[in-house]
């Protein structure tokens, strides 16, 4: 049973910087998409950033592309979501989420919808203020 753990969230005005990480207790996905989906009060939860083990194939929310960087260090089996520039619209309970998945079977890209994935973290809460 793999335990994610989020750290990195609070406050910051708007046009700040914040980082996100997220710590897996297990290295035993040899494989995997990693990332980060947040969930603001009254909307589904939504992806923002995604990220395979070769730690190249990513993906990115429209809405964050240009502010958002997802990355990963595979030794300390730790995901990184660098966020700048933040708007109040991104203000949200930011979950980190991890799946396996099957090298012969990945075509480039992680799956998107929250239902995929399996393991999830507690949340972390980014706030952005005016």
């Known amino acids: 049973q793999m335990h994610l753990v989020e750290s990195g969230g609070g406050s910051v005005q708007a046009g700040g910087s914040m980082k996100l990480s997220c710590k897996a207790s297990?290295?035993?996905?040899?494989?995997?998409?990693m990332g980060w989906f947040r969930q603001a009060p009254g909307k589904e939860r939504e992806a923002v950033a995604l990220?395979?083990?070769?730690?190249?194939?990513?993906f990115h929310a429209n809405s964050v592309k240009g502010r958002f960087t997802i990355s990963r260090d595979n030794d300390k089996n730790t995901v990184y979501l660098q966020m700048d520039n933040l708007r109040p619209e991104d203000s949200a309970m930011y979950y980190c989420?991890?799946?396996?998945?099957?090298?012969?079977?990945?075509?480039?890209?992680?799956?998107?919808?929250?239902?995929?994935?399996?393991?999830w973290g507690q949340g972390t809460q980014v706030t952005v203020s005016e």
């Open positions: 297990d290295d035993g996905l040899p494989n995997n998409c």
């Open positions: 989420t991890a799946v396996a998945v099957d090298s012969y079977e990945f075509d480039g890209t992680c799956p998107y919808l929250s239902s995929n994935y399996n393991y």
């Open positions: 990220i395979y083990t070769d730690a190249i194939s990513t």
